[in-house]
């Protein structure tokens, strides 16, 4: 069984229309994560959740929000999307009160395209 | 600022050959650093890690990689690459830091020619 899980693996939707995310883990892991991947970018940090009660903003943030509505649960929002959003979304999760690492644990990945 | 840096966007190495992807980081503290490898069409799994201790640390499939403080490197290697290494690699940094988040490189795709 996957420890990090995303859905929907693959979303196809278009401008203005809000899309949600979901990222669950089984890990135990405290922090969770938000990434986004382009072409010749690597991965971005879009949101981060040191726990249910903290969240804080990454490094490109606009136009995203986010939720974590319980510690295994962590969604990413696009109120209004648009085509440059259009991107490989990863989730990740890291054991950081356990091991005092942020060493990053990724799911599968969700393949947003908007039209 | 903490950075991380993979200078080659594109390798191609023959299949056997030796491969040495390079990766340089500017990081305040102490860093922990990282080599995640990312086939196609797939999510990114973890190669290794250094966190202290010896400096060459060993990974899963057969890669190695070597922390050096004095040039802010950490490059992975492996003496003998085999076609399924084609994949998209990424260099990171965290830290133990609670503040800190994790910083990842642009990535070098790696092809491999029989």
């Known amino acids: 069984d996957a420890d990090v899980t995303q859905t929907p693996r693959n979303r196809i939707t278009k401008t203005g229309k809000r899309i949600m995310l979901e990222c669950s883990q089984t890990k135990g892991h405290d922090r969770m994560y938000w990434y986004r991947q382009d072409p010749g970018l690597g991965l971005r940090l879009i949101y981060y959740?040191?726990?249910?009660?903290?969240?804080n903003k990454g490094e490109i943030s606009d136009g995203y929000s986010v939720s974590r509505q319980a510690q295994a649960k962590f969604s990413l929002s696009l109120e209004s999307a648009i085509p440059n959003q259009t991107a490989l979304y990863f989730c990740?999760?890291?054991?950081?009160?356990?091991?005092?690492?942020?060493?990053?644990?990724f799911g599968p990945g969700t393949r947003l395209t908007v039209l | 600022a903490q950075s991380v840096t993979q200078p080659d966007i594109h390798i191609t190495v023959s299949e056997g050959a030796s491969l040495e992807l390079r990766c340089n980081y500017s990081y305040g503290a102490t860093p922990y650093l990282f080599w995640y490898v990312q086939s196609p069409g797939q999510g990114l799994q973890l190669l290794l890690k250094y966190f202290s201790g010896d400096t060459l640390v060993q990974g899963i499939k057969g890669f190695e990689a070597e922390f050096k403080r004095s040039q802010s490197s950490f490059n992975l290697r492996k003496p003998s690459v085999h076609w399924s290494d084609a994949a998209e690699y990424f260099c990171?940094?965290?830290?133990?830091?609670?503040?800190?988040?994790?910083?990842f490189g642009t990535g070098t795709s790696l092809t491999v020619i029989p």
């Open positions: 990740a999760t890291s054991d950081f009160a356990a091991s005092g690492s942020n060493e990053q644990f």
């Open positions: 959740s040191f726990d249910v009660k903290d969240i």
């Open positions: 990171a940094v965290g830290s133990t830091n609670t503040g800190n988040q994790f910083y």
